[in-house]
């Protein structure tokens, strides 16, 4: 009677919010905030603050990666909620955001949802794939990891400054087709957010990029 209670007992999952104090998913939901803005800016017209949303999505999805593997004391559950809640959210960040600020810069005009669409199909497709497949050989991801969309958008959106909307629009729009080829092509990519070389040098991205559009908000 014992077992039976015991084994009872846990399968019984914490409430949802109790997931929520957890630290890496804290950063996960500090990303989706960032996103969140992001699409808002986007919407509005703001693309200066949009493109600071955007790539501090990537720093805090950094972050709870991070500091989940440094964690101690969580359990199966925690690590598989966390999981869980990262794929969603990278869905969000890095194929809803950029969709939406490829419509809101192309004016919305129905020639942009193809591409729209295929960004965010693709980011599904690829997480999709990763969370059957995971790491090929336990190290490199298959197809380009979706983070760097976010971190080559921010930096193909600072020739707004140098050319018209008309031009920068359709670099934007190739750009975002390109990203979605490569999201889900074979192509294998190392995973980087475990070397503390490239979290220095996200970090050092992160600030200047922040640094530049924040000036372009002045």
Do not use: H
């Not at 019984?12 to 500090?30: F, H």
């Not at 603050?49 to 950094?62: E, R, Y």
């Amino acid at each position: 009677m014992t077992d039976n209670n015991s084994a009872i007992k846990e399968l019984q999952p914490g409430t949802i919010l109790s997931y929520v104090k957890d630290l890496p998913n804290i950063c996960s939901l500090s990303g989706l905030a960032c996103t969140i803005v992001a699409i808002y800016c986007s919407v509005t017209g703001l693309y200066a603050a949009a493109m600071i949303g955007m790539v501090w999505a990537v720093a805090f999805d950094w972050a709870d990666g991070l500091i989940a593997r440094k964690m101690k004391g969580r359990t199966g559950d925690d690590s598989t909620f966390g999981g869980q809640l990262d794929v969603l959210i990278d869905i969000v960040s890095y194929g809803v955001a950029p969709a939406v600020l490829l419509l809101s810069y192309g004016n919305f005009e129905l020639i942009y949802l193809p591409g729209a669409f295929l960004m965010v199909a693709a980011s599904a497709l690829r997480l999709s794939y990763f969370s059957t497949f995971g790491l090929a050989g336990g190290k490199s991801y298959t197809g380009l990891a979706l983070d760097n969309n976010n971190l080559i958008l921010v930096a193909i959106f600072l020739l707004e400054s140098f050319f018209s909307q008309s031009i920068v629009t359709v670099i934007l729009y190739i750009s975002c087709i390109t990203l979605a080829a490569l999201n889900v092509s074979q192509i294998k990519t190392p995973k980087l957010s475990g070397n503390p070389v490239n979290v220095f040098i996200l970090g050092a991205y992160t600030l200047l990029i922040t640094a530049i559009y924040s000036w372009k908000l002045l």
